[in-house]
């Protein structure tokens, strides 16, 4: 009987194990197939977090835009660097005001200065003459520029009727005038002018050429005045080395030995060439020459 008891009793232990593990084993089942149908809401958990993080990235494009529109504010203060151009104008036109200068991109010779025994039969010169001449050479040697409107040397320069008016004034023709176009009219009145018409520098109207003679021009620039004379020189007569004619006096440009010279210097006396257009008033025009009035001892 006892051992009856003690089989009954091990089976029925036996029993409730089984069913204990049986409902463990069912528990187990129960709580994987929760797990799996639960973690639906972790995802949602992990979503949120992830539009979380997009919520900051905007921001830095933002900021990445406006760093861009704020870039481009700088450009208008570059603007006004543009504008402070005009700044060195006026340097620029200060450039002009030393006429011993050629303008910009002309390139300037030094003036020419002849002495006395360098121009053929300069000593048969009637003794006026020589005293005008000298004159007129001794500024050469100054280095002088070409300067509109002055007739100083200490001005550093003179325009071409300045220096006629300079040399006659102190030789003792207190009478000269001012302007070229004047002093043609001057030369006109006083009956000693010889008309030029021909551009051949052989043509017999330049026969009666002599030493000292005042050379008139038209048309240098463009000036509207009665009469048209724009440019004036004195004539030198021939230097001995070339046998070619050759003057004094101011220019912005003539030459002597085809080299351009800027101011008070000698230079060839050339005959302008042919107009090349209709307006005269834009082409040199070489309309005569003329004892100065007054000038004794010829």
């Not at 029993?15 to 994987?32: D, I, M, P, Q």
């Not at 121009?119 to 009637?126: K, L, T, V």
């Not at 007129?136 to 300067?147: C, S, V």
Request: aromatic share 8%; glycine share 8%.
């Amino acid at each position: 009987m006892a051992l009856k008891t003690i089989i009954r009793c091990f089976l029925l232990g036996a029993l409730l194990f089984g069913a204990s593990a049986a409902e463990a084993a069912e528990e187990s089942l129960g709580t994987k197939i929760k797990k799996v149908f639960e973690p639906a809401p972790t995802p949602t958990r992990k979503h949120r977090k992830k539009k979380a993080s997009p919520t900051p990235s905007p921001s830095p494009t933002k900021s990445k835009s406006k760093r861009k529109k704020t870039s481009p504010t700088p450009t208008p203060t570059e603007s006004p660097a543009a504008t402070e151009t005009p700044s060195p104008s006026p340097a620029e036109k200060l450039t002009p005001s030393p006429p011993e200068r050629p303008a910009p991109g002309k390139k300037a010779w030094p003036n020419m200065s002849l002495s006395p025994a360098q121009i053929a039969d300069y000593d048969g010169y009637p003794s006026k003459v020589r005293q005008i001449t000298d004159a007129g050479l001794a500024l050469t040697k100054q280095n002088l520029g070409y300067t509109y409107g002055s007739a100083d040397p200490k001005n550093g320069g003179m325009d071409c009727s300045g220096f006629i008016y300079h040399v006659l004034q102190q030789n003792g023709f207190s009478d000269v005038p001012r302007d070229s176009s004047q002093q043609y009219v001057w030369v006109r009145k006083a009956g000693n002018f010889n008309a030029v018409l021909s551009r051949h520098e052989d043509s017999f109207e330049l026969d009666a050429l002599k030493p000292g003679d005042l050379l008139f021009w038209r048309g240098t620039y463009n000036i509207d005045r009665d009469p048209p004379i724009t440019h004036t020189m004195i004539y030198l007569g021939r230097e001995k080395r070339t046998n070619r004619r050759v003057m004094i006096g101011s220019s912005d440009g003539r030459t002597y030995d085809g080299k351009q010279r800027w101011g008070v210097s000698v230079f060839d006396f050339k005959m302008p060439p042919p107009p090349q257009s209709g307006d005269a008033k834009i082409s040199p025009v070489f309309v005569g020459y003329g004892r100065i009035p007054g000038l004794m001892g010829d």
